[in-house]
């Protein structure tokens, strides 16, 4: 048997533990509190809370710049978010399984050319990328960040890794089973595989959102009028040059954009944990 650990022991972790927590999470509590500070305030003091409580920039922050208030901004990322998230479960299901199930020619071939593009900076196949989409009229629309999702390049080659892990970790003995019982492939892959994967699938649904969600540089190349700004871009709106940047509002909007995110995260959470611990390195 295991010796539990000492008192003294798990004290010592747990206060550690606690101060790492309030030197990570400090930032975020910072401007969260700073939100809600007067603007002559924010700076110039070196208190945690507030003196004087304002919902100013709340308000302010929300009708937003040029005439365009955060719900365009909102809407845009809702919606971009969702459909890659839509094509990212798409792809990565349905590859997945290929290369876990499905004996084909060159398949470990084809599985570690896919692994390789996961090595790939992105920086490097930028300009290839805007070309094309430039030449085929896709520049300032949501189409360049949302079809690559859907034919598994920009962020899915992870997806179709994980959903790879995760099939091969199901038994295959319920593929025999389901032979036997009558099911074609694509009966195989929609009623057992499938159904089974939903810690997978919830996890590749988180990350696909939260990266989406969160992405500025992807978005800040593609999209050029404000009407199509996402909530990250939106956000470097509050900033100027010549030194005139609205601190508050960002910091106000700063807090809702990641309400989402943190809102997403508190509901799926088991799933989540569960989908990360049932992906193992099988072969």
Known sequence: MKRRPKPIKLLVIHVIMIILSIIIIYPILWMLFASFKPMTE?????????????????????????????????????ILSVLVVIGSLFISTLTGFAFARLKFKLRSLLFMFMLMTMMLPMQITLIPQYIIFHKLGWVNTFLPLVVPSFVGVSITPFFIFLMVQFVRGLPKELDEAATIDGCNT????????????????????????YWTW????SQLIYLNNPDKFTVSTGLNMFLDNSGN???????????????????????????????????????
């Open 42 to 78: 924010i700076f110039s003091s070196a208190s945690l809370l507030p003196k004087h409580w304002t919902l100013e920039h709340y308000t302010a922050g929300w009708q937003g710049v040029g005439g365009y208030t955060f719900t365009t901004f909102f809407r845009n990322s809702l």
């Open 186 to 209: 694509l009966q195989l892959f929609l009623r057992i595989i499938l159904p089974l994967s939903k810690p997978a699938l919830i996890t590749v649904s988180i990350f696909a959102f």
């Open 214 to 217: 969160d992405d500025f540089f």
């Open 245 to 283: 940047s609205q601190w508050g509002d960002l910091f106000a909007m700063s807090i809702l954009s990641i309400l989402p995110v943190i809102i997403l995260f508190l509901f799926l959470q088991k799933h989540f944990v569960k989908g990360i611990a049932t992906t193992g390195m099988k072969g």
